[in-house]
């Protein structure tokens, strides 16, 4: 079955720089991968998706890169703000025509320092 | 829009007592979603409904939890007895039929003692 990973459990940052949030997954025929913030007492918020036919797709200030040769995820948050801090979620589909069911990553702890 | 309407928030509760967490989806979603979320085990799925029906229920943890949705804007889990192990957030969220994106209720905080 698939699963969804992340390499870190945690990144600290100064305010201003850029983030970089990585995630791996294991079902190849997964087709759609979401980004979800989470803060303190909260429930997850979608940030921003991307279907595996793309590499890449920009918000304001976010960016996901899609990886499928290394099956690998990213999420870019430009000029970090105090607000960015979270819990950080990825998220993959199962194979196509399978449902609609997402497999979430164990998350990793953003924190903005100031 | 409300966004998922979850209640109570919080909830304590003793080992043995019954436990119902309730969920209102977003107007015109008609998938809904039953998470639990601990440090140890992350977010895991527990029920999936699709218009109302059950669609996947592998993830409910034994028979003491239960879930219903009686209604496209109701839905309910019950854990009966409660255990100690069972202290976690349960969250709710609901989806577009056709769609992956989920919409995430504020959650509801179980404490079992």
């Given at each position: 079955g698939e699963s969804v990973g992340l390499h870190l459990p945690t990144l600290s940052v100064q305010e201003g720089d850029n983030s970089i949030i990585n995630c791996a997954y294991s079902n190849s025929a997964s087709d759609y991968f979401i980004w979800y913030k989470q803060e303190s007492g909260k429930g997850?918020?979608?940030?921003?998706d991307i279907r595996s036919n793309m590499d890449k797709r920009q918000g304001q200030?976010?960016?996901?890169?899609?990886?499928?040769?290394?099956k690998h995820l990213s999420l870019q948050i430009a000029a970090t703000q105090p607000g960015d801090s979270a819990v950080y979620f990825c998220a993959g589909s199962g194979s196509p025509g399978s449902n609609y069911k997402l497999t979430f990553g164990k998350g990793t702890l953003l924190t903005v320092n100031p | 829009d409300a966004g998922v309407i979850q209640s109570p928030r919080h909830e304590v509760t003793e080992m043995g007592q019954e436990v119902t967490l309730r969920c209102k989806?977003?107007?015109?979603?008609?998938?809904?979603?039953?998470?639990?979320?601990?440090?140890?085990?992350?977010?895991?799925?527990?029920?999936?409904?699709?218009?109302?029906?059950?669609?996947d229920d592998s993830g409910m943890p034994e028979d003491r939890f239960s879930a219903k949705m009686p209604n496209a804007s109701f839905s309910t889990l019950k854990i009966q007895p409660s255990e100690p192990r069972d202290s976690a957030v349960y969250f709710c969220a609901s989806s577009l039929a056709g769609t992956y994106t989920q919409y995430f209720g504020p959650g509801t905080r179980l404490t079992v003692l």
């Open positions: 997850p918020q979608f940030i921003i200030r976010v960016t996901v890169l899609l990886n499928k040769t290394v | 989806p977003i107007s015109g979603h008609n998938s809904l979603f039953w998470y639990r979320q601990t440090m140890m085990r992350g977010l895991e799925l527990l029920i999936y409904f699709n218009n109302n029906v059950p669609i």
